[in-house]
């Protein structure tokens, strides 16, 4: 079975680097056709897609984060890795790491999620 864990500070002061790290178990990040995902939701922007590594590392983000975003992995310890900086109170919300797989075609879904950790960005 496939689980992921999100893991990071609770509290991130502003300006500060924002850093998450999923840890996958059950399957590899190296796997050929598989997305590695960040997504955060809070109440006011509900779920918003942050970026993804695929399984040969080639990294997506989305537009309104790039400036700021940077992922990473890690695979001896198969993990991948969130950089947010400059950190600012908008970037409260719940973050979880996902996989994302093709259901065919061109159509893709999200199979597994971690449960989420709470970042808050506060002094």
């Known amino acids: 079975q496939v689980r992921l864990q999100e893991s990071g500070p609770g509290l991130v002061e502003p300006s500060a680097t924002l850093t998450l790290t999923c840890t996958v178990l059950?399957?590899?990040?190296?796997?050929?056709?598989?997305?590695w995902n960040w997504i955060r939701q809070s109440p006011e922007k509900g779920l918003e897609w942050v970026g993804y590594?695929?399984?040969?590392?080639?990294?997506l983000y989305q537009p309104s984060l790039e400036k700021r975003s940077f992922l990473s992995r890690d695979t001896s310890k198969n993990q991948f890795t969130l950089q947010l900086n400059s950190a600012i109170p908008e970037d409260t919300a719940v973050y979880f790491c996902a996989r994302l797989r093709s259901s065919g075609g061109n159509s893709y879904e999200y199979d597994y999620w971690g449960q989420g950790t709470q970042v808050t960005v506060a002094s």
């Open positions: 059950g399957a590899s990040i190296q796997s050929a056709g598989y997305y």
């Open positions: 590594l695929n399984w040969d590392g080639v990294d």
